[in-house]
């Protein structure tokens, strides 16, 4: 065997090589998108929460004429309506029709809008509350509003990952919160009212109530 021989036997080996390397780059190139795919198209499934037991008549529940709840009964309208107690007595000192109230939200909470996912990142998706004709549906009220409240959505995902989002109420009168909206972005002031329109949330207080005092408002720049 020559020396050409031992070249061209050299260069085909190192060929079938990058060959082998590029393909098996391209597979798990692939197999990376597929599982990302799969992930995502799974994670969408756990968007919302729906309740799984049935609707009551709220009308017939003991105390709901003067909103004279006992815990057994806050514990009950809770399940209904996904309103905790502070909530409830909100509602009923200042609302007219405070069982309609109820109703509404109970509404909201059994039958939600359809729901769409959009892409808000590169990597980042979140659930939105949609009507048919493609608009977005607040549908979900805030009863009772307080700073230093803590909003709580799994309605954002990324790469099959639902980690979820959050927000603290740092103006209540103006319906204003503090966020962090994309991952690397420094914090942003946001409307409260956008959080109406995710398909679900939790509503998170401290026991002892705190507020945010004026300065912090002023220092975050709430106009």
């Known amino acids: 065997m020559d020396v050409g021989e031992n070249t061209r036997g050299?260069?085909?080996?190192?060929?079938?090589?990058?060959?082998?390397?590029?393909?098996?780059?391209?597979?798990?190139?692939?197999?990376?998108?597929?599982?990302?795919?799969?992930?995502?198209?799974?994670?969408?499934?756990?968007?919302?929460?729906?309740?799984?037991?049935?609707?009551?008549n709220l009308r017939a529940l003991p105390g709901i004429g003067d909103g004279n709840f006992s815990d057994d009964g806050y514990y009950v309208i809770f399940k209904q309506t996904g309103l905790g107690k502070d909530a409830v007595d909100r509602v009923f000192l200042s609302v007219n029709d405070p069982v309609s109230m109820l109703e509404v939200h109970q509404g909201s909470f059994f039958d939600p809008p359809a729901l769409r996912c959009n892409s808000i990142g590169v990597i980042t998706s979140e659930e939105r509350l949609f009507s048919e004709d493609g608009?977005?549906?607040?549908?979900?009220?805030?009863?009772?509003?307080r700073e230093g409240d803590i909003l709580i959505t799994k309605a954002t995902h990324s790469l099959g990952w639902?980690?979820?989002?959050?927000?603290?109420?740092?103006?209540?009168?103006?319906?204003?919160?503090?966020?962090?909206?994309?991952?690397?972005?420094?914090?942003?002031?946001?409307?409260?009212?956008?959080?109406?329109?995710?398909?679900s949330f939790i509503q998170l207080r401290h026991k002892d109530k705190p507020t945010f005092p004026c300065s912090i408002r002023h220092k975050l720049k709430v106009n």
């Open 10 to 56: 050299a260069n085909l080996t190192k060929k079938i090589k990058n060959a082998t390397l590029l393909m098996a780059f391209v597979a798990i190139a692939v197999a990376a998108v597929l599982a990302v795919s799969i992930a995502e198209t799974l994670v969408e499934l756990g968007a919302r929460y729906v309740p799984d037991y049935e609707k009551i």
């Open 135 to 145: 608009k977005v549906v607040k549908a979900f009220g805030l009863a009772d509003v």
């Open 162 to 199: 639902r980690h979820g989002h959050a927000g603290i109420v740092v103006d209540a009168d103006k319906g204003r919160t503090l966020e962090a909206a994309l991952w690397g972005m420094p914090s942003e002031v946001f409307y409260l009212s956008k959080w109406r329109s995710y398909p």
